[in-house]
């Protein structure tokens, strides 16, 4: 019988990116903890990917194309490809998140339209 899942498990980590250890073939996701006044350390953008983010833990905030976006648990933010964007931890709470990169435009069907009843 083919194996149709797999499992793993996170351990605390800065980052942790699951697209290897998941054989993961339509996504990116990391978890990704910041200390306490830490920030990724460089602005970047995409050339096809959208980020989705979901904060866990702590809060912090992103500059967005030099907009600063506030960020506390339980918040979800999408970011389009071309926005240039940054990530910080706050002056004293870290920040944990997870990371989704998918492809812009390349969701055909969800949940319910691709969904095949058992």
């Known amino acids: 019988m083919a194996n149709n899942f797999k499992?793993?498990?996170v351990k605390d980590g800065a980052r942790v990116e699951l697209h290897d250890m998941l054989g993961?073939?339509?996504?990116?996701i990391s978890v990704n903890t910041l200390p306490a006044g830490a920030s990724v350390p460089f602005v970047h953008?995409?050339?096809?990917?959208?980020?989705i983010y979901a904060i866990l833990e702590g809060e912090g905030k992103a500059v967005i194309d030099g907009e600063t976006i506030p960020l506390a648990?339980?918040?979800?933010l999408r970011v389009a490809p071309a926005a240039k964007r940054r990530f910080f931890a706050g002056e004293s709470a870290a920040i944990k998140y997870?990371?989704?990169?998918?492809?812009?435009?390349?969701l055909?069907?969800?949940?319910?339209?691709?969904a095949v009843l058992d």
């Open 98 to 106: 997870i990371c989704i990169q998918v492809k812009a435009n390349s």
């Open 108 to 114: 055909e069907n969800y949940t319910a339209s691709d």
């Open 24 to 28: 993961l073939t339509g996504a990116e």
């Open 7 to 9: 499992k793993v498990e």
């Open 45 to 51: 953008a995409h050339k096809q990917n959208e980020e």
């Open 73 to 76: 648990v339980g918040d979800w």
